[in-house]
């Protein structure tokens, strides 16, 4: 078979997604998604838009970069939208990275970083995190990397950098560094006001967990609005539809709502932390919308993964990364009492 691809496509691997059961009744707790249905804002938009889909969107999501001006506190000229934040991960690969030029990143992290990377015949250079989840921030800067990737809070930890420490990193790093602010709306802090101050910092939201619209695709950049007009050069034309451009505008304006969800998600999180503390798991402080926890052994992580499985409860085994750990979303409290059910009758090895 020969259909004359590159071989850096041959090559990879590509990125593998959490599991994602269609129907089988899960407790669902391996994504990150939230559990929360999304502001009824939302549907009213899109059901409105409906009838203008015969119509192309605005190229630049315009709607949706103006409310997020005003929600945020930017000009609309700093901001650029996104397919889901992946899309302008893919736009920062294109843009930056070929066979000499790479990345870097502290590891454990988001995978999809390498992959891209590999799609641009570039790699990515993989330093660990330094005890307790600090930046490596030494080797980063001597890695040669044009660009850092850096999910603050990170997953899968859960953990998170501080601003005062990214600001120091980007004052030494030479190339570009992209904050992956994927969980910030869980998180006691974040970099968004850095962006201002640093030429060579851009910060990314999504509307995949605080908004609980993972479906509909849409992710935020924010930075100097000479770097957002070179990076919209290698975006698709019409990145984002219509029903996702006013679906998230609506969804930021409605402060209530997303107010209401996080606080639940950040409430839940205590309660979580403190039951799997109780039964031996070693819990690593979380600023997101999941724990990272060392299981007990025995059993061990994979054991209670795929006990929990065995009992229709889905949480996120990383063999390859951290196999010792089990990485769980904070879903309602039922969701949580459920998976704690479950639990209990995995480490007694009751079937
Ligand atoms: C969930 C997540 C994203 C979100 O991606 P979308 O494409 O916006 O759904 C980005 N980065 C990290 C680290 C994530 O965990």
């Known amino acids: 078979m020969n259909y004359k691809l590159l071989d850096n496509i041959l090559e990879m691997e590509g990125y593998v997604p959490g599991e994602q059961p269609q129907g089988g009744d899960y407790v669902k707790l391996n994504t990150n998604e939230n559990p929360y249905p999304p502001s009824t804002a939302v549907y009213e938009a899109i059901a409105e838009e409906f009838r203008r889909l015969r ?12 409310a ?22 893919m736009m920062f690969a294109q843009a930056f990275l070929s ?34 989840y600090e930046l490596p921030a030494a080797e980063l800067q001597a890695s040669g990397a044009v ?12 953990t998170m950098v501080p601003p005062d420490k990214i600001a120091d990193f980007a004052r030494a790093f030479p190339g570009f560094v992209l904050l992956d602010e994927a969980y910030a709306d869980f998180a006691d802090a974040n970099c968004l006001h850095l962006v201002k101050e640093y030429a060579n910092i851009g910060v990314m939201r999504t509307f995949s967990k605080s908004y609980a619209l993972a479906g509909l695709r849409v992710g935020l950049l924010f930075a100097r609005p000479e770097f957002i007009e070179q990076l919209a050069k290698v975006k698709d034309s019409y990145n984002l539809d219509r029903l996702a451009i006013v679906g998230a505008a609506a969804a930021l304006r409605d402060r209530d709502h997303f107010n209401e969800i996080t606080s639940l998600i950040k409430g839940t999180r205590g309660l979580l932390t403190e039951e ?5 798991f070693d819990v690593l402080p979380s600023q997101s919308n999941f724990v990272m926890v060392k299981a007990p052994e025995p059993p061990g992580a994979k054991a209670v993964y795929l006990g929990l499985k065995e009992r229709k409860v889905l949480v996120r085994y990383f063999e390859q990364e951290m196999p010792d ?26 079937k």
């Open 147 to 158: 660009l850092a990737f850096l999910a603050n809070p990170n997953s899968p930890t859960g």
């Open 99 to 132: 066979e000499e030029r790479f990345a870097c990143a502290p590891v454990p992290t988001y995978t999809l970083y390498r992959t891209l990377a590999q799609i641009q015949n570039s790699k990515l250079i993989e330093v660990p995190f330094a005890e307790g």
């Open 68 to 89: 997020a001006a005003e929600i945020l506190g930017f000009d609309r000229e700093w901001i650029l939208a996104g397919n889901g934040s992946d899309d302008l991960l």
């Open 276 to 280: 799997l503390t109780k039964r031996g």
């Open 325 to 350: 750990h089990l990485r769980i979303t904070v879903g309602t409290d039922v969701e949580v009492e459920a998976l704690l059910t479950q639990l209990d009758e995995v480490l007694k090895g009751g």
């Open 55 to 66: 119509l192309y969107p605005q190229p630049m999501s315009n709607p949706l970069r103006e």
